[in-house]
T-cell receptor, first 114, second 110 residues
Framework: NAGVTQTPKFQVLKTGQSMTLQCAQD?????MYWYRQDPGMGLRLIYY???????DKGEVPNGYNVSRLNKREFSLRLESAAPSQTSVYFC?????????????FGQGTRLTVV | GQSLEQPSEVTAVEGAIVQINCTYQ??????LSWYQQHDGGAPTFLSY????GLEETGRFSSFLSRSDSYGYLLLQELQMKDSASYFC???????????FGAGTQVVVTP
């Protein structure tokens, strides 16, 4: 059971380049998320998708776009990368249940924009 | 605005007990979760409180008081492997959207 798989694990971009971070989950979860983590700032929500075909902005959506391709896959796109987007990006998925809501995270993508 | 406040760092010796407090201010609230993260790896789920009271899972317990907008994670019988960052996270809508605190670095010393 792979859980949440993110690709790539590491990436270096030049300012202005674009790229797409891929995420897939095999747990049949409805909700999927993209977070960024910067030192001392915890995890900040970029975008989330409550179900296939829907996406909503989180705390820090500027400079990013997302696509919920199907129930399994949720991608994050940087159209024109900036040094401020240097961060570790985590994808997560979850299923809301009455007594327990556990989010499962991918291993992260370490992105450096130079 | 929305926020979750937790201490930045706690240091304790092996075998001790540590309590990590979390106060939250969110526009919607459905429950409080706790996650552990080692050295920038994937955060892993520890516990979730939807109702007031104490939830116990082995050496870890979590508490929630909705009236006080407050919760805590209790780590008992600390082990070296418990050295990690711990995050509280509030579920802020009915779909399970999470907002995280900045994290507490727990350092366990021999």
């Amino acid at each position: 059971n792979a859980g949440v798989t993110q690709t790539p694990k590491f990436q270096v971009l030049k300012t202005g380049q674009s790229m797409t971070l891929q995420c897939a989950q095999d747990m049949n979860h409805n909700s999927m998320y993209w977070y960024r983590q910067d030192p001392g700032m915890g995890l900040r929500l970029i975008y989330y998708s409550a179900s296939e075909g829907t996406t909503d902005k989180g705390e820090v959506p500027n400079g990013y776009n997302v696509s919920r391709l199907n129930k399994r896959e949720f991608s994050l796109r940087l159209e024109s990368a900036a040094p401020s987007q240097t961060s570790v990006y985590f994808c997560a998925s979850s299923e809301l249940r009455d007594r327990d809501t556990e989010a499962f995270f991918g291993q992260g993508t370490r992105l450096t924009v130079v | 605005g929305q926020s979750l406040e937790q201490p930045s760092e706690v240091t304790a010796v092996e075998g001790a007990i540590v309590q990590i407090n979390c106060t939250y201010q969110t526009s919607g609230f459905y429950g409080l979760s706790w996650y552990q993260q080692h050295d920038g790896g994937a955060p892993t789920f520890l516990s979730y409180n939807a109702l007031d009271g104490l939830e116990e899972t082995g050496r870890f317990s979590s508490f929630l008081s909705r009236s006080d907008s407050y919760g805590y994670l209790l780590l008992q019988e600390l082990q070296m492997k418990d050295s990690a960052s711990y995050f509280c996270a509030a579920s802020t809508d009915s779909w399970g959207k999470f907002q995280f605190g900045a994290g507490t670095q727990v350092v366990v010393t021999p």
